[in-house]
């Protein structure tokens, strides 16, 4: 993501749990990386907090439920209920001058210990239009995804906007790019996507995805 897109994240959410955030910035090495380090400093004393306080709430529910007349629990049933979940991915934050550096550095974190999966672009519209434009500049053969989020209000008039996405939906119908199902943008992202419409107060959304091979 772009400093803007980060500085977007509420302060309390950046950086993002549970993920590398790679924030791309002209000024690696000044600032910007000087805030995205006290930020992530912060966001990992939050989650080791959060962390104690469920695991000291197991056992005092356990005890709770014993006390109220419950059936008590046998021994491989506790097993199971402290063993260690299955590891998520963890935190972390780092600043890049460009998307090549960082997708560089993402690379040999994929081969590395950190297991990087799935790269995301979240924006803004530099950091788009340079992940589109990555084509032959790309160090390793890459599968470009879109998957984005359909909007429209119930009662049919347009928003008024003035930053728009690099491609539009007469270029996604061009045939350079090929629109998956839900169960293939479900197996992207990691949820369940059915492709429907649903309504959140004056508008309606769906999520749908698109996909072109870059050669």
């Not at 209920?81 to 960082?102: I, M």
Request: charged fraction near 30%; proline fraction near 5%.
């Amino acid at each position: 993501m772009g400093r803007k897109t980060y500085d977007s994240i509420p302060p309390r959410l950046r950086p993002l749990g549970k993920r590398l955030n790679v924030v791309i910035s002209r000024d690696p090495d000044g600032s910007v990386a000087e805030r995205v380090k006290i930020d992530l400093e912060s966001k990992l004393e939050r989650e080791r907090e959060a962390a104690e306080a469920k695991a000291k709430q197991q056992p005092q529910n356990q005890a709770e439920g014993r006390n109220s007349g419950e059936e008590p629990v046998n021994a491989a049933a506790v097993t199971a209920v402290v063993a260690p979940p299955v590891k998520e991915g963890s935190t972390g934050a780092f600043v890049e001058r460009s998307l090549e550096e960082a997708l560089r550095r993402l690379d040999n974190a994929a081969a590395g210990e950190e297991g990087v999966g799935n790269i995301y672009v979240i924006g803004g519209a530099e950091i788009y239009n340079a992940s589109l434009k990555l084509g032959s500049r790309s160090e390793n053969e890459r599968t470009i995804r879109i998957v984005m989020t359909d909007v429209e209000k119930l009662d049919g008039s347009g928003f008024e906007c003035d930053t728009f996405f690099p491609v539009d939906a007469e270029e996604l119908n061009s045939g350079k790019w090929r629109k998956v199902s839900p169960a293939e943008v479900t197996g992207w992202v990691g949820e369940e996507v059915t492709g429907e419409w649903t309504e959140e107060g004056d508008v309606r959304v769906r999520m749908v995805g698109s996909c072109v091979s870059i050669e």
